[in-house]
């Protein structure tokens, strides 16, 4: 085989590797009933403010060191802000943790069930779980709305109104909803697509389904 035909042949296969579909493009193709800046802006939002409450714990627990060790003077309002900080990194950063797959998952039967089990096992529980959270969302609302109705304040030396982080809170748990709603959208899309690619299978066709949008079963 002389130099031209064996470039003629690399072309060839080149040529083949382009036309083959692509994970990455198939599922840009399945997410595109949604926009995509949503999809990454609910995650980054999340982690963006959860990554500013710990900084500023961080920022809030050394100053109160420096302050009891060199001026001998505690500062009032670090206890309780801290408190506060707690809730709102966890609900803020739930949104993050959820589309990065790293809330913790114990499968002790799960895995040993089929993967088409698995899909609807994990889809329903997260619409539960959607339900649950739903209700502790309003039940969030609603504390925070009575604290502002009734200017409640906190019973801390320096008192303040309650209102602004529970309703911050709050906040974070929406964007974790919203998140999850997200989620589920995705599984059910995967779900359809791995219905359509045994059906190409069992008639003998290509299955076309995303091997990496898998990923939330495995």
Not at 32 to 59: C, H, Q
């Amino acid at each position: 085989m002389g130099a031209a035909d064996r470039r003629e042949s690399l072309d060839a296969a080149f040529a083949a590797a382009r036309r083959r579909p692509q994970p990455a493009r198939s599922r840009m193709r399945a997410e595109g009933a949604m926009p995509k800046s949503l999809l990454t802006l609910v995650p980054r939002l999340g982690l963006y403010v959860s990554g500013s409450g710990i900084v500023a714990m961080v920022v809030m627990i050394i100053a109160e060191i420096v302050s009891t060790k060199v001026f001998n003077y505690s500062l009032p309002y670090v206890l309780e802000y801290s408190e506060y900080l707690i809730a709102i990194i966890v609900f803020w950063g739930a949104a993050y943790a959820l589309a990065q797959g790293a809330h913790v998952r114990a499968d002790i039967v799960m895995h040993r069930c089929p993967a088409k089990w698995r899909r609807w096992i994990y889809l329903a529980g997260y619409v539960l779980g959607l339900i649950f959270l739903c209700l502790v969302f309003r039940q969030f609302l609603e504390v925070a709305w009575l604290s502002f109705k009734l200017n409640r304040y906190s019973f801390y030396p320096t008192p303040s109104p309650l209102w602004p982080p529970q309703a911050f809170a709050g906040l974070g748990l929406g964007l974790f909803i919203l998140q999850l709603i997200i989620e589920i959208g995705r599984m059910g899309r995967e779900i359809l697509r791995g219905g359509h690619a045994d059906r190409a299978a069992e008639t003998g066709g290509e299955a076309t389904s995303d091997p990496e949008g898998q990923n939330w079963i495995s």
